[in-house]
């Protein structure tokens, strides 16, 4: 299996590399792409400077441009398409079927996966997404399990990547409009999930609340740390009774899931996390590369290490196990 | 304009359903209505023997009827069905791209959870055969405006009463609520016939569960905004159905439309209805979707 890694910035892209991945993914410095925060992302330069780099090196350059494309502003997504093909990206990640036609019919020998956030769940779906603009790939949504994985990857004439490691989206990606009805800006619009700009720690009496577009998503005793206000990982009143009706924060984990998802089929994994730091890239690439390494070689894989790197530090199979629905 | 009402979103008992478009069928100035199931499947088979009996009805009483399909199709049983509804006679309403593969090169709609966001998706769409395009509840009018200019034939319509659907996801939070699992749900989602109230730690009323739904905390009632879109281009207009007396809640958006009554009279009757939560409006004005702005007073 490919091991697909996030470059959130330049620097980050040659930690990816170094550590081990066959392909990195980034985007552009707007909202073109799903992880639209400040100083993250490439300039059209950076990306054939990164693109030339990781050629050298034999990995392929993966470019996200997986937003919704504003109504009367579609040019700055098509500029993205055509600035990418130039580079001689190795493939395009495209969720807006306007855009995947666009790019279909300027760029037809152009290479495209389809985004996580087109959220295809079907055969028909990804069929579909094969004949009328050429996909060559599907990112999976994260509401499958395992199972039903396999019996996916055996319909469809595509090759499948799955989520592997990192942020968790509870929702149906590309499905959710939580941030936006909290914030005005939501991940299919502005490539942003309850953005910085409308965080904010509010100490009140013996707690820290935690609040997003004035809403509370938490409170925190003194001397418990407070995690990011993620809407669908906060804890809420139903009832009258406390509880993460969504999601506790934790993290995707499937180190335990490889050789299930290589017998699935799948074609590639992907690690989450273009918006993290260096330690977390170099770490979570590393243990990965040997994980598939080892299951190349037929040996066990050896237990995840990777804690320290989740949210609330612990992992998660999520949707991969039946039991989690 | 026309009035749609949109599919039941909650999973309302088979009596109160059937009972619920008989009135609709015989009093409610509304011009076409989706129906069935776009949530979860489990709900469905109770209402199989009734919905002939209902799609009769609506048909007797002068409503165009269209068939919702689910909104996250995954197991075969849904894909199939997906399938049959495609090749009736009737109308479909898409609400993913399995339902679109379905009915692509024929006639049908789209449906407010399927993401429209631009011209070039629009134009997609029309050409696949989209008649009638509801646009997604997070759209601001400013885009609705451009779409309105590409619109060609197909109708534009915008959702403008009920708790606007948010997010769609394979875990059943109703199910979580009541520490269950989606196999062994127990139908917990029929103990709330608008949804289930998900409250901030500071008791703001916040959001709605409603099975794998996510839905706004509050509802959305359009008002002046409606003359607005009226001018973008807008045809339809789409009111979610809920567990107040959506006959009124029809006559109000009618009486509104044909310039009968003003906008605070219409928003004065929808509030002694009573809604079941505080009207929201701020995501055709480009805000938080939960923000309240124009004032009708």
Redo the contacts between chains.
């Keep these: 299996m490919e091991l697909v890694c996030p470059a959130g910035t330049p620097s980050a892209l040659r930690t990816a590399v170094e550590a081990g991945a066959d392909a990195v993914y980034c985007g552009f410095q707007d909202e073109t792409n799903a992880r639209n925060f400040p100083g993250l992302n490439f300039t059209a330069v950076e990306l054939q400077e990164g693109i030339a780099y990781a050629h050298r090196r034999g990995v392929k350059v993966l470019v996200a441009i997986n937003t ?7 040019e700055l997504w098509q500029r993205a398409v055509e600035t990418s093909v130039r580079a001689r990206a190795d493939a395009l990640i495209l ?5 995947l ?2 790019a279909r019919r300027n760029f037809p020998e152009q290479r495209l996966h389809l985004s996580v956030q ?8 990804i ?3 094969v004949e009328r603009y050429g996909v060559k790939r599907i990112v999976l949504p ?3 399990t395992v199972d ?1 994985i396999a019996m996916l990857i055996a319909a469809i004439p595509c090759e499948a990547e799955v989520f592997a490691f990192g942020g968790l989206c ?3 990606e ?5 941030s ?5 800006e ?1 991940p ?2 502005n490539g942003v999930c309850s953005p910085a700009a409308h965080v904010e720690y509010r100490q009140e009496g013996s707690e820290l ?1 935690a609040r997003l ?1 004035g ?5 925190y005793p003194e001397g418990q740390p407070a995690a990011y206000p993620t809407l669908c990982k906060g ?5 009258g009774k ?2 993460h ?3 506790e924060p934790t993290s995707l984990d499937t180190l335990p899931l490889l050789p299930a998802l290589k017998k699935a089929g799948v074609t590639a994994l992907k690690i989450e996390g273009r918006q993290r730091g260096k330690a977390y890239l170099a770490a979570t690439v590393r243990a990965f590369r040997n994980a598939l390494d080892a299951l190349e070689a037929g040996a066990a894989p050896a237990a995840s290490r990777l804690d320290a790197f989740t949210e609330g530090g612990r992992g998660t199979t999520g ?1 991969y196990r ?4 | 304009m026309k009035l749609t009402l949109g599919p039941v979103l909650f999973n309302w008992s088979t009596s109160a359903w059937s009972d619920f478009y008989a009135r609709i069928a015989d009093e409610a100035p509304i011009d076409r209505v989706i129906v069935g199931e776009a949530v979860c499947s489990k709900r469905s088979p109770f209402r199989i023997d009734a919905s002939a009996d209902v799609i009769e009805r609506l048909s007797r009483g002068g409503k165009e009827v269209v068939i919702a399909t689910l ?4 197991l075969k049983r849904e ?1 199939a069905e997906i ?1 049959d509804v495609a090749t009736g006679d009737t109308l479909v309403e898409v609400s ?3 339902a ?3 009915v ?1 090169g024929r006639d049908h709609v789209i449906g407010p ?1 399927f ?1 429209v ?9 029309t050409a696949l055969g989209a008649t009638t395009i509801c646009l ?4 601001p009018i ?3 405006a ?2 309105g200019q590409y619109r060609g034939a197909a109708d534009l319509e915008v959702f403008a009463f009920g708790r ?1 659907p ?8 109703h199910a ?2 009541h520490g269950l ?3 062994g749900c127990k139908y917990v989602c029929e103990l709330d016939a608008d949804g ?9 009323h ?2 709605a ?1 409603n099975g794998v739904q ?1 839905l ?1 905390g509050g509802v959305t009632a359009l008002a002046t905004e409606v003359f607005d879109l009226a001018a973008a281009g807008v045809a339809r207009l789409r009111l979610s159905p809920h567990s107040c007396d959506m006959v009124a809640v029809s006559g109000s958006f009618r009486d509104l439309v044909d310039g009968r009554i003003c906008a605070a009279e219409h928003i004065a009757r929808l509030e002694r209805l009573p809604l079941p939560a505080g009207i929201v409006d ?2 055709l004005h ?5 923000h309240r702005l124009v004032d009708t007073q």
Excluded at chain 1, 118 to 125: H, Q, R
Excluded at chain 1, 322 to 325: D, G
């Design positions: 919704f494309a504003r109504a009367g502003g579609i969720a807006d079927i306007g855009i036609a666009w087109a959220a295809a769940t079907t055969p028909s779906a069929r579909f997404y994260r509401v499958l039903e509870v929702m149906t590309g499905r959710c409009q939580l936006s009805y909290a914030t005005g939501s299919n619009m609340a577009g809403f509370t998503i938490d409170r804890r809420f009143k139903v009832h406390v509880q009706i969504f999601e949707a039946k039991t989690w629905r | 909104a996250l199709p995954t894909i399938r993913d791209v399995t679109l593969a379905a692509a959870m993401n966001y631009n011209e070039a998706a629009l134009q997609e769409l997604p509840p997070e759209l400013t885009s609705v451009v779409l606007a948010l997010a769609i996801a394979a875990r059943c939070y979580r609520a699992t989606k196999d289930l109230e998900v409250d901030t730690l500071d008791g703001q916040f959001l569960v996510t706004a701020g995501y480009a805000r938080a979707g939960a």
